[in-house]
């Protein structure tokens, strides 16, 4: 993981942490904790992350807590003791600098940085490297110290610069030489690491400017700077590349704050990874009841959908806590494959408790947040590279479908943004469709190195054989208006229109014979998959039973009356 050629030998690394945290509020300021974890145990994962193995700890203020903390989390670090360090910061990079005996790599253990700044600083050559930033975002300019450039060249360093170009990011790539300036600096009464600075360029060294603009770094100074780093690093532990439209817009949006709370309360990534699993089993419970308490389906799927967000902030207390471990990724994949797997068992039992419902008549397919439905997690399926897994979710998620086309219930899908995939497959799947007009429809798989096979079958039954290949082999997306001309869709509204719409289709349906449209619907998905003979035969049977039923001879009667008829389902 390191970042030299093996022929150069990596730098010591050297973590000032001899100081007091007064500012912070706590005795001392290494053991402050920050999102999950002290400020040195990040500051030590962060080197050991660019490959700096041998890390010195230069320690002050409160050193037997420190040796203690070290000794307890069994840390490879050596530990070295600064008396002096009510002198100034300058003191504890001297004593840092002589234990280290060659180049090092000095860092401030209050200032949390990204892995990417020490790789930078690390490729220079220069006897004397210091890490600055030009545009910086996260730290409190009128605090922090100042340098003037002259190009690459640093040619001054002060917090009072009148006329500067960046400010100091707390690292510093320095050869052992460094060490004998800083003791001439404490000499002449010249205390801080700023001062040993000046005296370098003063007595003719060069200091070489490593720009840090767009990482992040941020120096952790008060109890507002706790909480700003906290909010950034869980935010950027929540970036995912994989994330689908869904996870990006809606799902990351509330996980963050959670994933953010519960870390402050010292949530543990396992701990999380348990709660979500419980979580999930819990709206599957609720799904299920849908049978006896209708309203238990519309709960659960709120509970579902919570259970979404929640299943991503294990992941990103981990992250932001460096506490990513195989185990915990294990715990994740095996929990998260049987959550799944409930959630799915009962959205199948679900539909069929609707199917045996005489009391609802028509069936709305709704998505939530901005997409109606992004498909398959990407995420979970590039995890788990395993063709069973594979294999066992897109059955699962077939036999849901199959069982919307089974209902005996017109199933209406009612499309208020994005139906990519599995998506594109539910609108199809789905007996109508009303979509708005800015919604689009793609079976984007081929772009993502799959073939969506699985939408293939049901979208070739609801378009040309042409038209379904075109999507299937690029991955665009058509807009509403093709999908309304292709026959896609049944019709295309404005979105303030879409609820309206949607419902009036409904009303319209719910209101005729619910066996005569039960026997219309599965006459026509029967047609699909005999000859023409046995479709006949199909036609002449259901033609033959709806004559004989009460909502025939009821719809004869209102024709004969003039008045709506009363459809009753038998």
């Known amino acids: 993981m390191g970042v030299m050629p093996p022929e150069f030998e990596s730098p010591v690394g050297v973590i000032l942490a001899a100081g007091t945290g007064s500012r912070l509020g706590v005795g001392s300021k290494a053991l402050a904790r920050l999102a999950g974890i002290t400020l040195l145990e990040r500051a030590v994962s962060t080197l050991r992350a660019v490959g ?14 420190l040796h203690e903390f070290v000794r307890e989390r069994g840390f490879c670090v050596q530990l070295v003791e600064n008396d002096d360090f009510g002198l100034g910061n300058g003191s504890s990079a001297l004593v840092g600098a002589r234990a280290a005996g060659r180049r090092f790599l000095l860092a401030m253990v209050d200032h949390v ?49 009148d006329v500067w170009e960046a400010v100091d990011a707390g690292l510093a790539l320095c050869d052992a030489e460094v060490a004998d300036v800083a003791e001439r600096s404490l000499a002449a009464g010249e205390q801080s690491w700023n001062a040993v600075k000046r005296r370098w ?9 490593v720009d840090l603009e767009g990482l992040f770094w941020i120096d952790v100074d008060t109890p507002a700077d706790r909480r700003r780093a906290e909010r950034t690093l869980v935010s950027q532990a929540a970036r995912k590349p994989l994330d689908g439209p869904v996870s990006r817009l809606v799902n990351r949006r509330l996980s963050r704050p959670i994933s953010l709370l519960l870390l402050r309360a010292g949530v543990s990534p396992g701990a999380a990874t ?42 990103e207390i981990a992250r932001a806590s460096l506490r990513s471990s195989p185990f915990g990724g294990f715990l994740d994949s095996v929990l998260d494959r049987a959550a799944d797997a409930a959630l799915l068992a009962a ?36 995890e788990h590279a395993d063709p069973r897994f594979a294999k066992q979710a897109f059955e699962r998620c077939q036999a849901i479908m199959t069982g919307l086309t089974q209902l005996p219930q017109p199933v209406i899908a009612r499309v208020h943004g994005p139906a990519f995939a599995a998506g594109c497959q539910l609108v199809a799947q789905c007996d109508l469709a009303v979509a ?58 404005p979105a303030a229109e879409l609820e309206k719409t949607t419902r009036a289709l409904a009303a319209r349906i719910a ?22 003979a046995t479709s006949r035969g199909f036609e002449a049977y259901a033609q033959a039973q709806s004559v004989t039923t009460d909502d025939h001879a009821e719809g004869v009667r209102a024709f004969l009356e003039k008045r709506a008829p009363r459809f009753r389902g038998v």
């Open 347 to 382: 959205l199948q039992s679900a539909v069929h408790d609707l199917a045996r419902d005489e009391s609802v008549r028509v069936v709305v397919i709704a998505g939530a947040g901005k997409a109606f439905c992004a498909g398959h997690d990407l995420k979970e399926i590039h």
């Open 511 to 532: 209101a005729g014979p619910p066996g005569a449209l039960g026997l219309a619907k599965a006459l026509l998905n029967r047609s699909a998959t005999v000859d023409l």
């Open 274 to 315: 348990v709660a979500t699993f419980l979580f999930a089993l819990a709206a599957a419970a609720v799904l299920t009841l849908g049978v006896v308490w209708p309203a238990a389906l519309v709960l659960g799927g709120i509970l579902v959908q919570l259970a979404s967000i929640l299943d991503g902030v294990d992941g």
């Open 52 to 65: 700096i193995e041998e890390i010195l700890v230069v320690v002050g203020h409160e050193k037997e807590r």
């Open 201 to 209: 360029l003063g007595e003719g060294g060069e200091i070489e400017a």
């Open 113 to 161: 940085v990204d892995p990417e700044a020490l790789r930078r600083l690390l490729r220079s050559e220069a006897a004397f490297a210091l890490a600055v930033d030009s545009r910086p975002r996260l730290c409190d300019v009128d605090e922090a110290t100042k340098v003037r450039l002259q190009g690459p060249r640093v040619v001054a360093v002060k917090r009072e610069l």
């Open 436 to 493: 708005v007009t800015d919604a689009r429809f793609a079976t984007s798989g081929v772009n993502y190195g799959i073939f969506c096979s699985t939408p293939g079958v049901p979208l070739a039954r609801n378009i040309s054989r042409k038209r379904a290949l075109e999507m299937l082999l690029t991955g665009e997306p058509i807009d509403a208006a093709t999908a309304l001309a292709w026959g896609l869709v049944n019709r295309v509204v």
